[in-house]
């Protein structure tokens, strides 16, 4: 079935340090594709997203590209800060209105200062 | 942007007793709501999926019977956990889109179930 995999953590960096979440994704067809974030206790907020290929979603220094031909949307940062220290979820959506987010495992990112 | 309010935040009950979470699309309808599950350091996984009017949807190994689900108007969702136990105690997230739409989906604050 469709599916959405991304690597595993925990990732652990110094502040400033570049970022890399890979995110790669399983799907009949070109499904819109997101990253979210969830801070320690709180929901998830969308951090960014792309609905179609090529599309590159970025937020707060994040940016993520839709890549059709090597089905992936890996996340990056060029300078991470220790305020970016929470679990980082990649999941996809079906284009059928109504559908659910399918979700990557999570990826949880700790930066020390 | 749209915001979806879930209540409570946190609940603490006794093995034996239900209890009830509610979900609101504050400013914006919902036809369709979803209801996740996130156990500790894991993904979060889709329980059922909630339409407004009709009954939920549930996911392959999700009891009906006991997690019910009611999308009584284009605004709230709510998810009661009947006969708790404490292997149910998790994190419980809901989601909504709006209605009529295919944008992204907004989600609540979670509840922190734990069942003693």
């Known amino acids: 079935g469709d599916s959405v995999t991304q690597m595993e953590g925990p990732v652990t960096l110094s502040e400033e340090a570049f970022l890399t979440i890979n995110c790669t994704y399983t799907?009949?067809?070109?499904?819109?594709l997101f990253w979210y974030v969830q801070y320690p206790g709180e929901g998830l907020q969308l951090l960014l997203k792309?609905?179609?290929?090529?599309d590159k979603g970025s937020n707060k220094g994040f940016e993520a590209t839709y890549r059709k031909e090597t089905t992936s949307f890996h996340l990056e940062k060029g300078s991470v800060q220790v305020s970016d220290s929470a679990v980082y979820f990649c999941?996809?959506?079906?284009?059928?209105?109504?559908?659910?987010?399918?979700f990557g495992k999570g990826t949880t990112l700790s930066v020390s200062s | 942007g749209a915001v979806v309010s879930q209540h409570p935040s946190w609940v603490i009950c006794k093995s034996g007793t239900s209890v009830k979470i509610e979900c609101r699309s504050l400013?914006?309808?919902?036809?369709?709501m979803f209801w996740y599950r996130q156990f500790p350091k894991q993904s979060l996984m889709l329980m059922a999926t909630?339409?407004?009017?009709?009954?939920?949807?549930?996911e392959q190994g999700v009891e009906k019977d006991k997690f019910l689900i009611n999308h009584a108007s284009l605004t709230l969702s709510t998810l009661t956990v009947t006969s708790a136990h404490p292997e149910d105690s998790s994190f419980y997230i809901c989601?909504?889109?709006?209605?009529?739409?295919?944008?992204?989906?907004?989600f609540g604050q979670g509840t922190r179930l734990t069942v003693v």
């Open positions: 989601s909504a889109t709006i209605s009529g739409k295919n944008t992204e989906a907004f």
């Open positions: 799907a009949t067809g070109y499904p819109s």
């Open positions: 792309a609905t179609k290929a090529d």
């Open positions: 999941a996809r959506k079906s284009n059928q209105a109504g559908t659910a987010l399918i």
């Open positions: 400013d914006f309808q919902a036809t369709t």
């Open positions: 909630s339409n407004e009017g009709s009954k939920a949807t549930y």
